[in-house]
């Protein structure tokens, strides 16, 4: 739907988020779906602070109003690597606690084979411990496919964990289920005489060589009982945000369609490929970064006179269900007006004209509420204001 269709809007604007559960094709938006209902709150906050030590308190400080938490780990000074006990370990267990998914803002542009790498390996292994990141599909919509197969690998060999079992006992023959068993455990005993500096398998006295005890490990994979990877960092680790059960381990894509900073060069016919991007690709990709909602667009809407080759269906276009975010969201101080800009190109816009006018689903706020006074406070008056204006437009159009 373009923002010009006053008189048809298209049906997701209309819907509830706990309505819009039943059409969702990815796992994650219906879990982000749910959790904005549970908490009331349409809100993520862009973290964009300088070192690792203030990014962590202040997702422990604001996680109660958010439900998304945007981070750049790049521009964090401190950042902790360890897959276990570092930064975005750490970040997990504070989503968990307050009920958040975080969305790490990479805007991935290369060719297939190195976002695979940079996504799933590298220093950061992001996918590891963001739920959700972005990318930039100037390199083309081959890109987004790669990064949803890397997302598919990484995800079979995560339900099961490593369960190691030590036994310490003398081997006997009905223990070994074939030959070459048998074969290891001989040769175990040529080791044995050999260390011993016993020869012809028989010791000073005469009788005949053996092995009393062997230590066996063994290692099996079982289901594990919890979606969360590292099991336990803290006490804080184990809390779980109530009344809806952890985020499932589903990683999920934000196209990069529309910027807010002045004189940007992504044109109709850049976004109408992210449309196409996204349809093609809705078990990866949840959503769109974009300022306005994409959802039913058409190619006609954003670039009528572009010759792609391709049509869109009417039923295929009635069918998207994605989750839209828009960053540039700033209220002013209460008695003033809205500020326009940064001065360094960011265009601000308030919550309801994001929400209620350009339909986007979740606002994005940083400056406003890192610098305030009492960030908390700041965050929870974000929170009442961008779901007023999600309650408001659902009356507009209803």
């Not at 969702?24 to 209902?37: K, Q």
């Not at 023959?173 to 074939?178: G, V």
């Not at 005489?193 to 020869?199: F, N, V, Y």
């Not at 940064?342 to 339909?359: C, E, F, M, R, S």
Request: overall charge negative; glycine content about 8%.
């Amino acid at each position: 739907m373009s923002t010009s269709q006053e008189t048809q809007p298209h049906w997701s604007l209309k819907q509830s988020f706990a309505e819009r559960v039943e059409s969702s094709t990815h796992p994650l938006t219906s879990y982000l779906f749910r959790l904005m209902e549970v908490k009331q709150s349409n809100l993520c906050l862009s973290a964009d602070v300088e070192h690792a030590r203030d990014l962590l308190a202040l997702a422990d400080k604001v996680g109660p109003s958010i439900v998304v938490l945007k981070t750049h780990y790049d521009l964090i000074t401190g950042w902790d690597y360890h897959p276990h006990t570092g930064t975005g370990a750490k970040l997990a267990a504070l989503a968990r606690k307050h009920g958040f998914l975080i969305f790490e803002d990479r805007k991935f542009v290369d060719i297939g084979s190195t976002v695979q790498k940079q996504y799933t390996a590298g220093t950061a292994r992001i996918v590891e411990w963001a739920h959700i990141t972005n990318a930039d599909i100037h390199a083309g919509e081959a890109m987004v496919s790669a990064m949803a197969q890397a997302a598919q690998k990484w995800r079979e060999r995560i339900p099961y964990e490593v369960k190691t079992l030590v036994s310490v006992g003398t081997p006997v023959a009905d223990q070994f289920a074939d030959e070459e068993a048998e074969d290891q455990v001989e040769e175990l005993r040529k080791i044995v005489t050999r260390e011993s500096g016993i020869s012809s398998g028989k010791d000073t006295d005469g009788r005949k060589s053996s092995i009393v005890s062997i230590t066996t490990v063994t290692q099996t994979y079982e289901p594990a009982d919890s979606p969360r990877l590292v099991k336990t960092i803290s006490e804080d680790d184990e809390m779980v945000f109530p009344g809806i059960e952890e985020a499932p381990l589903d990683r999920g894509l934000l196209i990069l369609a529309q910027m807010s900073s002045k004189g940007c060069l992504m044109d109709g016919k850049y976004t109408w490929e992210c449309v196409k991007a996204a349809r093609k690709n809705k078990g990866f990709v949840m959503g769109y970064v974009a300022q306005q909602n994409l959802n039913g667009i058409t190619k006609e809407e954003l670039a009528p006179t572009y010759e792609d080759g391709e049509s869109a269906t009417e039923e295929e276009a009635q069918a998207d269900n994605f989750i839209h975010m828009t960053p540039g969201c700033k209220l002013p101080p209460p008695g003033e007006e809205a500020p326009q800009g940064d001065g360094l190109g960011q265009q601000y816009n308030t919550p309801d004209n994001l929400v209620n006018i350009k339909g986007t689903d979740i606002a994005i706020v940083g400056r406003g509420i890192i610098t305030a006074a009492d960030p908390p406070a700041e965050a929870e008056r974000y929170r009442r204001k961008a779901w007023k204006a999600y309650q408001d437009r659902r009356e507009r159009l209803a």
